[in-house]
């Protein structure tokens, strides 16, 4: 066995020694008229029905629009981000997109290490360890007016309270927030003031689970909301707020669903407040393609259809649909402006 | 065997990829271009590879050594990673909390804290076996919970949050940090690329240091000799004057500062923050395959960690270039561990059916993995 294993180390070295001495003589390619397009997404995967699933269907529907090459890295763990933005740039791709504000950090050191190639982050920034956005000249943040999307389904929500169509019609609705923050509040500012402009009479608990992930917290502050009268319950708060979805069910009240289309998360979603990854993904790359990279932000609202709603598992009225392609209208055209700070 | 059990995974692996339609040989190119920079067909920077590997092989020998010291005592480490977790948070919290002090007295303070604390979560285990007969089994996996939820808890919302909304720490200060090999210099080009993005650091000499401290104390000092003796046989060990209560704690104290010693290195030499990454971390599992996979031997360790490495570093590439899912790559570490576990390799090569022995025949330097089925589950009565 000893000189098995000698053998073993011997051979290992010398690859080693070799991979080492040639290191030299590769280095980044030169961009071809086929641009090179890397998408690295976060440890949810290319099958988490959010995020990371919508920017590669805009990845995809730009390889049939445009001459590009994508590529995909699903990071397995957190500890992949790095390399796997790394290689991308490494091989002169002409953007490399990391998707969701989990990678911030890795886009922020990989992007000052390559300053020729291009990066897109979804939702976030390229920061330092303190979370610092560093602004690098070779960086787009694509964010979202949540507000938007917030408004479309508060809109919903109120018109229902207003003209009896809701569970309980005691004029109260519930949004259960993740943690107060800027991305959170933004959608439950747009729904607070889109259903209160509905039905003025209206009362719009919002309460806060401080937590993202566990859905039974969520389930406590829908629970009490609901106790308290509300029968139609936003959700803000990712994989938290299954829980929100779950206690609407039970207690045979509505929900609505937040960033993805969760129409098949529980039966009391009757709508969810879309932030259209797909488009801002897609959008990133035509700018890429088209010569047009800014740094800085770009920010997918109503107006460029990178935020909207998604109607699920009721059918709405007729009017209720007037209304909201009246309302869908006024923000798209700035005549209607959702406030990005809770009323 | 070890050999075998891995030329056992990549066969059924290459089968597994033509079986689903993909070419095997472009599979495993992509796996060797991405664990050592070599056979590369898509302008992969070699050196890049391999300091990757390197640094996802760094954390597998020091915890793999924390396996298999307990395993030589007859014991089953599988807390390697809530030791880990241990350690990284006491390095984070000191290398925070005194980030103004000098690298002289600061890095010592984080790597030895980070060992205390590891050995201080495996020792709970050691003390609850030694005592009251609780399996080390159970208990160490339910410390991993622990650990892996109060990260959770200290992060968001915790003491160690950064700020809210966030999920992760402050980054510790600057003394406390482990210098990378090459100079973190984004404008200094070394092998064609900028010297930063190569993150190989001073921790894999620690760890290298660890394997041979490991193999020095097992086979050098008498206490090395009570560990082999206890794991051998209980009864003979006491019979022999040998405080098995003694040895067990003593080795969990020992393994777990290992563990520790891991998770310190990691911060002090690659993340610089604990982070939402380490919710999801599988370094002190792929430590018991590694544990297994090097027959518990220091040598036997330190090259299987580069093969894990090297499949870790090795999966995205492949992913990429060959279009078969990294997922292969767990795959094959199952298979390695399952060939091992099974002892397909020295059924075949004995020409004998599958499974005929009752007990496996492990070899003769690896103890009882049998510390599962031994009686080391009752507490040893102590001679006094």
Redesign the interface.
């Known amino acids: 066995m000893g000189h098995k294993r000698l053998r073993f180390l011997g051979v290992v070295a010398a690859a080693m020694v070799f991979a080492l001495a040639c290191g030299g003589t590769t280095g980044g390619g030169t961009p071809t008229k086929t641009y090179k397009i890397g998408l690295v997404t976060d440890v949810g995967g290319l099958n988490d029905k959010s995020f990371n699933h919508l920017a590669d269907v805009g990845l995809e529907k730009a390889k049939t629009d445009f001459k590009i090459q994508g590529d995909v890295k699903e990071s397995k763990s957190g500890d992949e981000y790095v390399p796997n933005l790394t290689d991308f740039a490494t091989k002169g791709y002409d953007l490399v997109i990391g998707v969701g504000f989990l990678m911030q950090e890795a886009v922020g050191t990989v992007s000052g290490q390559f300053p020729n190639v291009h990066f897109a982050i979804i939702d976030g920034a390229g920061t330092d360890a303190k979370g610092n956005d560093l602004k690098h000249s070779n960086v787009v943040s694509l964010f979202f007016k949540e507000q938007d999307a917030g408004a479309m389904v508060g809109v919903i929500a109120g018109w229902m309270e207003k003209n009896g169509k809701a569970k309980k019609n005691k004029h109260v609705i519930g949004a259960v927030g993740g943690v107060s923050i800027p991305p959170v509040n933004h959608y439950i500012a747009g729904y607070k003031w889109a259903a209160k402009m509905e039905d003025s009479s209206i009362d719009v608990k919002v309460g806060y689970s401080n937590n993202f992930t566990d859905p039974a917290k969520c389930k406590g502050v829908a629970q009490s909301q609901i106790n308290a009268g509300a029968d139609i319950l936003f959700q803000v708060a990712g994989g938290c707020g299954l829980g929100v979805l779950q206690a609407a069910g039970q207690a045979s009240v509505y929900s609505i669903g937040v960033d993805a289309d969760q129409k098949d998360a529980d039966p009391s979603v009757i709508a969810s407040a879309l932030k259209k990854v797909d488009v801002a993904t897609y959008t990133a790359i035509k700018n890429i393609v088209n010569n047009q990279f800014t740094s800085g932000a770009l920010t997918f609202s109503i107006a460029n259809e990178g935020a909207g709603y998604a109607v699920d598992n009721l059918d709405l009225p007729a009017e209720l649909k007037a209304e909201l392609d009246k309302i869908q209208g006024q923000i798209k055209a700035g005549t209607l402006i959702p406030p990005a700070d809770i009323p | 065997?070890p050999?075998g059990s891995v030329l056992f995974a990549f066969a059924v692996g290459a089968i597994i990829c033509a079986v689903t339609g993909a070419n095997p040989i472009d599979a495993y190119s992509g796996l060797i271009c991405g664990g050592?920079?070599?056979a590369?067909t898509?302008?992969?920077?070699?050196?890049?590879?391999?300091s990757?590997t390197i640094v996802?092989l760094t954390p597998l020998i020091t915890t793999g050594v924390a396996v298999a010291l307990p395993f030589r005592a007859g014991l089953f480490n599988i807390g390697a990673e809530g030791q880990l977790l241990a350690g990284s948070v006491a390095c984070t919290a000191i290398g925070v909390k005194f980030g103004n002090l000098p690298s002289p007295i600061l890095l010592p303070m984080v790597l030895l804290g980070g060992m205390a604390a590891g050995a201080l979560w495996a020792g709970i285990a050691g003390v609850l076996k030694a005592t009251v007969g609780a399996h080390e089994v159970v208990t160490t996996i339910m410390l991993n919970y622990v650990a892996q939820w109060l990260v959770r808890f200290l992060i968001?919302?915790g003491p160690l949050q950064?700020?809210?909304?966030?999920?992760?720490s402050?980054?510790i200060g600057e003394g406390a940090r482990l210098a990378t090999i090459l100079p973190a210099d984004?404008s200094l080009i070394i092998?064609?690329?900028?010297a930063?993005?190569f993150?190989v650091h001073t921790g894999l000499l620690i760890a290298l240091a660890a394997a041979a401290a490991f193999a020095f104390l097992l086979w050098r000092t008498s206490f090395g000799y009570e560990i082999r003796a206890v794991g051998q046989s209980q009864k003979a060990a006491r019979y022999a004057g040998v405080s098995v209560r003694r040895t067990i704690i003593l080795t969990m104290l020992i393994a777990g500062a290992f563990s520790g010693l891991a998770g310190a290195v990691q911060i002090a030499g690659?993340?610089?923050?604990l982070?939402?990454?380490?919710f999801?971390?599988?370094t002190g599992f792929d430590a018991i395959a590694v544990a297994l996979l090097g027959l518990g031997s220091a040598?036997?360790i330190v090259?299987a960690s580069?093969l894990f490495g090297a499949l870790h570093?090795g999966?995205?590439?492949m992913?990429?270039d060959a279009g078969i899912?990294?997922?292969l790559v767990?795959v094959l570490q199952a298979l390695i561990l399952f060939s091992i576990a099974a002892n397909f390799v020295g059924a075949i090569r004995r020409g004998l059916p599958f499974g005929r022995k009752a007990t496996p025949d492990l070899p003769p330097e690896l103890p009882p993995a049998a510390g599962l089925m031994s009686d080391a589950t009752a507490p040893p009565p102590e001679s006094s």
């Open positions: 065997m050999l050592f920079g070599i590369c898509q302008g992969e920077n070699p050196a890049l590879q391999v990757n996802f968001i919302g950064l700020g809210p909304g966030t999920s992760k402050l980054p984004n092998f064609g690329l900028p930063s993005v993150r690659v993340d610089h923050n982070t939402d990454k380490y999801s971390d599988t040598v036997g090259l580069l570093s999966g995205a590439i992913q990429s899912s990294s997922n767990l």
